[in-house]
């Protein structure tokens, strides 16, 4: 049991890194890129529209989208590692 108990203590160490990495990026691109640093990436432009606009209204929503398929991806690697995966 104990051997178990320090397996799941480090899937959950492991799930929680991947969490919190993919928590900041989606910060960094959704306060960051839309609200803190608009004015300098509004100086860069992307399909006519200015780069700090597109992240505000757009860009972070794409982000998020695709992080949530990163962490699909990433824990179901993790499931299969800690041999905890449903299938």
């Not at 049991?1 to 108990?5: C, E, F, H, Q, R």
């Not at 960051?32 to 608009?38: A, K, S, T």
């Not at 700090?52 to 929503?61: E, R």
């Given at each position: 049991?104990?051997?178990?108990?320090g397996k799941?203590?480090?899937?959950?160490?492991k799930n929680l890194k991947t969490l919190?990495?993919?928590?900041?990026?989606?910060?960094?691109?959704?306060?960051?890129?839309?609200?803190?640093?608009?004015e300098e990436l509004n100086t860069i432009r992307l399909?006519?529209?200015k780069l700090?606009?597109?992240?505000?209204?757009?860009?972070?929503?794409y982000s998020f989208v695709i992080l949530i398929f990163i962490y699909v991806y990433r824990m179901n690697k993790l499931d299969?590692?800690?041999d905890v995966n449903e299938e």
């Open positions: 049991m104990a051997k178990d108990a799941m203590k480090a899937y959950w160490k919190f990495f993919l928590l900041f990026i989606w910060f960094l691109v959704s306060f960051g890129f839309g609200i803190l640093w608009v399909g006519g529209y700090g606009f597109w992240f505000a209204q757009q860009g972070s929503i299969k590692e800690f």
